[in-house]
C-alpha cells in the first residue's frame, strides 16, 4: 500500500535553530563593531579638546605671570590690558582686572598731584619741570591713552614770553633854526648858537630774579627693618644692599630699583629682603616751598651682617 501525505508550508518553526542563531550573532557582532567605532571617535574628540584646552591654558598663565612680573608700573598696565582683551574667557581675569583697578587708582592720584603742582601759583617753572618728568618717568606717555596730549599742553604752558625790549627812537622835535639861513651866517648875530643837550639815555631796569627755592629732601619718618633670609643666617652669610627709591608726595615708596648689592651667596635672597622693607618704609616727602612733591633716587643701604 502507498500512503499519500499532502505537502504542507514551512512554518518558523520547522526552520533550524542554528540558523536563527546564526543570524543573531551576525547582528551582535555589527552592533559591537559600531558602538566601538563611536567610542573611539569621541574619544579622539575629547582627548584632542583636553589638550588644546591645557595648551590655551599654559600660555595664558605664561602671559599673566609676564605682565604682573613687569617693573615698570606703565608698561605693567598695558600687559594687564592685553591680556584682558586677548584672554576674555580666562579665569584670571578677576584677578587681572583687580589689579588694572589699583594701578588706574595710583595713575589718577598722581595726575592729580602733578595737576596741583603746575596751577599753584608759588611753584616756579623748575618745579613744575620737575614734577612732569617724575610723572613720566613712573606712568610714561605711550600707554596713558589722551595722557600724552594733556602733558603736551603742560608743556607748552610753561613757555614764557620774552619781555618787550623800550622803544629807543628819538621823537621827531623841530629845530628852531630857520632852514633858509645859509650856513656860514650865525643866527642872532655875533652870539653862538648853543646846540640842545644830548639825549638822556634810556635806562632798563635790571630784571627781577626770583628768589631760590627752599627745598627741603626726603627723609625717613617710619624704618622697617628687613628679614635676614633663612639660608643665608644659617650659614653665617653677611651682605649689604643699596636700593635707589622713588617717594611719592605722600612719602610712600612707589619703586625701588637696585643700585649694588655685596654678597658671597644668596644675592636675590638679600635683594627680595630688602625690596620688602623698602617698599613699607615711609618718609617725610620733599618739599619745594613748603610743598610736598614727588622725588626719585633716594637711596637707602641695608646692611645684612650677623653677630
Known sequence: ????????????????????????????????????????????????????????????????????SERDTDLRRARLRDFEITYSQSELLPAVRAQLAVLDAHETKDWAALTDVMFAPEADKITKLAAIQNYESKWGASYLGGRDKDLRELREGLDIVPESTPNRELKDVKSPIPTNVPDQVMVGGPRSVTPPPPPRPVTRPAPTRPAPAQTVEARVRKNVTPRYPRRAQRRNINA????????????????????????????????KAAERAAMRTRYHPKTVDGNAVPTQGVQKRYVFKMD
Request: proline share 1%.
Open 1 to 68: 500500500m502507498y500512503q499519500t501525505v499532502d505537502d504542507v508550508e514551512e512554518t518558523e518553526a520547522d526552520v533550524p535553530a542554528t540558523r536563527r542563531l546564526r543570524t543573531q550573532l551576525w547582528v551582535w557582532l555589527a552592533l559591537a563593531v559600531i558602538a566601538l567605532g563611536l567610542i573611539a571617535f569621541f574619544s579622539q574628540d575629547r582627548g584632542a579638546s583636553n589638550g588644546e584646552a591645557e595648551v590655551a591654558t599654559r600660555a595664558e598663565r605664561a602671559s599673566y605671570h609676564t605682565a604682573i
Open 240 to 271: 649689604v644692599v643699596t636700593l635707589s627709591l622713588a617717594v611719592d608726595a605722600d612719602g610712600e615708596v612707589q619703586m625701588a630699583e637696585v643700585v649694588s648689592v655685596t654678597a658671597e651667596r644668596y644675592a636675590k635672597d638679600f635683594v
